[in-house]
């Protein structure tokens, strides 16, 4: 009998996707090989003719999806261009940049499932661990950094050490993204909170 027809399925990408899908509900170690080749449908000892062992399989979900978020949140964070209209315009600049460069982190689905990955996995897992740190707390601390020093430098907001003010502005957003939110309900939260910020930060 011969092959149906149609187009070819793509058993690693399933596999792939599927143990992305398992391993952001559960855990690592909850899953197990046999209950991902059955959301894939196939036996388990197929499953090795694709990646031979658990761990290599977890190992490429976080490497193809470490490169899909640093993709997604590059193209979310874009540098400060002042509007040459002064400091009111520029400030609504800034706070539509700062909404740009959060709002995957809260209304893509696939970064959802990221964090939530990394977030049952960092302390299991070291390079999961580093993943986390690099992509929801380092990426973010220092896109604000040169967010803010440009800000500064065009007097949008008064002197500070940005440095610090980075953390501050990433602190009151990370603790919402924390509370799990969907995006229509974080965002006036969020442009609640940078307002405040640079109410605090202008003279």
Request: charged share 25%.
């Amino acid at each position: 009998m011969g092959r149906p027809k149609g187009p070819a399925r793509d058993t690693r990408s399933l596999i792939l996707a599927h143990a992305f899908d398992l391993f952001s509900t559960a855990g690592y170690r909850a899953v197990t090989v046999k209950d991902i080749a059955a959301a894939v449908g196939i036996k388990d000892a197929s499953l090795y003719n694709y990646f031979p062992s658990k761990q290599q399989l977890f190992d490429e979900v976080l490497g193809r999806e470490r490169d899909y978020a640093r993709t997604t949140l590059a193209a979310a964070t874009r540098p400060f261009r002042p509007t040459g209209k002064g400091p009111v315009a520029d400030g609504g600049a800034f706070q539509d940049l700062v909404i740009d460069a959060i709002e995957p982190l809260f209304a893509d689905e696939r970064l959802l499932a990221l964090r939530r990955l990394l977030t049952v996995t960092q302390f299991e897992s070291e390079e999961a661990g580093q993943l986390y740190q690099e992509l929801f707390i380092d990426l973010l601390q220092g896109y604000f950094r040169s967010l803010l020093d440009s800000v500064v430098a065009a007097r949008v907001l008064d002197q500070c050490n940005t440095v610090t003010a980075a953390a501050e502005l990433h602190g009151v957003l990370f603790v919402l993204l924390a509370q799990n939110k969907r995006w229509s309900e974080a965002r006036p939260r969020a442009m609640a909170y940078i307002r405040a910020f640079e109410r605090n930060h202008s003279s």
